[in-house]
């Protein structure tokens, strides 16, 4: 993909037209906060689930072992 834009003279706004294409200029942003916030709280969930599991393991350990 890189070989078509190099040396590309694409104003921003035709760039951008061409990365979000359902979207206007305004809307580009939000977007991109959107993608982030939802990959954060994808991301602060699995902490969770490995933090449960991890837990769940060691109290599982603990009981076979008698301690």
């Known amino acids: 993909m890189s070989k078509y ?3 590309s003279s694409l104003t ?3 760039k951008d037209k ?3 294409p359902y979207s206007n200029n305004n809307n580009a942003v ?3 906060k ?3 916030e939802a990959a954060d709280r994808l991301f602060n969930a699995n902490q969770d689930v490995i933090a449960d599991l ?3 393991e060691t109290m599982t350990l603990c009981l076979k ?3």
């Open 30 to 32: 939000i977007i991109k």
């Open 54 to 56: 991890l837990q769940k």
């Open 5 to 7: 834009w190099k040396g």
């Open 18 to 20: 061409i990365l979000y």
């Open 65 to 67: 072992e008698g301690k």
């Open 12 to 14: 921003k706004e035709q």
């Open 34 to 36: 959107d993608i982030k």
